[in-house]
């Protein structure tokens, strides 16, 4: 007679069909040898119910992996730059990565349930530490791609070592085909990804921010993970493995719980490490993180104004940024001026001391400048409390969505391109020949636009491709620049050193264009006064900016984008 009496309250899994008795004299223990193990598991829960836990652990950790994937994407690309090349250098990884972990979990097989637990608890702990040891690595030893692949290489073993165990857990649950096991596996596992892709930028990251994000999904990860086998597979492990799994998931979450605690702390002094120690405004947008430093009082010559990391106003030299930018294209008719980006309020303040300016149009994509541009007592006044002018209006929306629309039919005297760098990649499509060809449509005949075109001395190539991008958008091209205003002091906007250097830029390289003609570089004598612009020094600046052509480069297009 065969033995089927079970642990009280466990219920017996059904036998495979077919498979030999065993009798009661002769205890059944799973295999250890280098195969997995093949015996039913007792479950304190049906089969069917058991197999549901597991998928539903499969979704959850699906979910969690994403995000940490995501979260190495986005703050590589916030602290590195260039998020084409972070995105493919962290999946890149991770997908190598996740191939040996596959390879690896072989080794556990003979263990599955202590394996996966042990996975799911050190995937908890590196993913939610990870976005703090990355921004730790930035603030104090200035650099942060080390360790953003060390990390792609880490979670990667633990994601793809996650499958192959949970593959044995379930056919344990109840022996099924190998290709309907790894159906439902995998289409746990895809819906549970699509989750973690949305709730990411939909949720954790407006809510949470980066840090505390991560922190969070780790602390779900080491639950549920840690939660399925103590409870589902108790019966599978040995006393010792049960405690043991039991501190390893406590010292997790107690890790992870006084990290989060301290996450605003820690960010603090990051922020003076990076920043320094006048940090006043530190606010994560929708758009991007506003950084303002400098003090609250006295001369708005001391603000530095961050957007992602990167310097993009500093009150000492700005207006030598704003009066070369807007006051060439100002010559001639400028009743309407469209100003492309320049939610800082700074070019808008330039075109509006012309008392015949009819009307302004700012077109920013993040409330949140225009907000802190408005409301900070120190940037207003450097940008002269333009946003009280009633010739001012500003609307946001993406730039180049912008000008597709029809309130772009309302043709503009001037247009002023006070936008990112171009070597920022989500920037590349305002500075293509597509965005040009619907900016010249917007200019009324006669008109001018001027373009911030990047540093001329350090990034030649980028700077004449945007002359070239122009010229192929049928504009015609006066290319210029402008000197920062210390021969040490880096010259912004996106004031980032020069790749293979540590120096940064020295200065800023514009582009006047038209339809019809060849713009002339030039100041009205009706200008008002200027402190670092005249017609002599734009003629200068010119004479110096043909010398450093590059000919032959090909346009830059949405297809096809030619900026690094």
Known sequence: MIDRSVPRRVLPAPEPRGAATVPAALPVRPRTGRGAATVPAALPVRPRTGRLLVLATVFVCAACGLVYELELLALGTYLIGDSITQASVVLSVMVFAMGVGSLLAKRLRHRPALGFAAIEAGLALLGGLSAMALYASFAWLGESRPALVAFSFAIGILIGAEIPLLMVLIQRIRRQDAGGAVADLFAADYVGALVGGLAFPFLLLPMLGQLTGAMLTGTVNAVVGGGLVLWLFRNDLSRRSRWLLIAANLTVLVVLASATVLAD????????????????????????????????????????????????????????????????????????????????????????????????????????????????????????????????????????????????????????????????????????????????????????????????????????????????????????????????????????????????????????????????????????????????????????????????????????????
């Open 265 to 564: 702390d820690f960010e603090r002094l990051a922020r003076r490490a990076v920043y320094g120690s006048e940090v006043r405004v530190a606010v994560q947008t929708g758009v991007q993180e506003l950084v303002l430093t400098g003090p609250a009082t006295g001369s708005p010559r001391s603000l530095d104004l961050y957007l992602d990391g990167r310097l993009r106003v500093s009150g000492y030299d700005e207006y030598r940024y704003h009066e070369a930018l807007v006051h060439p294209a100002m010559t001639g008719s400028h009743a309407r001026v469209l100003v492309l980006g320049g939610g800082d309020g700074l070019a808008a303040r330039e075109v509006l001391r012309y008392q015949d300016v009819a009307s302004v149009t700012v077109v920013e994509l993040d409330p949140g400048v225009v907000r802190l541009a408005r409301t900070d007592p120190m940037l207003s006044a450097l940008n002269a409390g333009v946003f009280a002018d009633p010739r001012l209006a500003v609307v946001h929306q993406d730039a180049f969505r912008w000008l597709r629309g029809p309130a772009a039919n309302d043709r503009f005297d001037v247009i002023v391109s006070d936008l990112p760098d171009p070597g920022i990649t989500p920037s590349t499509k305002l500075y293509s020949q597509e965005f040009y060809g619907l900016a010249a449509r917007a200019l009324a005949p006669g008109g001018r636009m001027a373009v911030h075109a990047g540093p001329l001395a350090t990034r030649p190539r980028t700077y004449w491709t945007v002359d070239s991008t122009l010229r192929a958008a049928g504009l015609r091209t006066s290319p210029y620049s402008a000197g920062g205003r210390l021969s040490g002091f880096a010259a912004g906007p996106d004031r980032t050193p020069l790749r293979g250097t540590g120096a940064p830029s020295q200065d800023w390289g514009f582009v006047l264009a038209a339809r019809d003609q060849e713009p002339a570089l030039r100041v009205d004598r009706e200008t008002p006064a200027l402190r670092s612009l005249s017609t002599g020094s734009l003629q200068d600046a010119a004479r110096d900016a043909e010398r450093t052509r590059v000919s032959g480069l090909p346009p830059s297009t949405l297809p096809h984008p030619r900026y690094s």
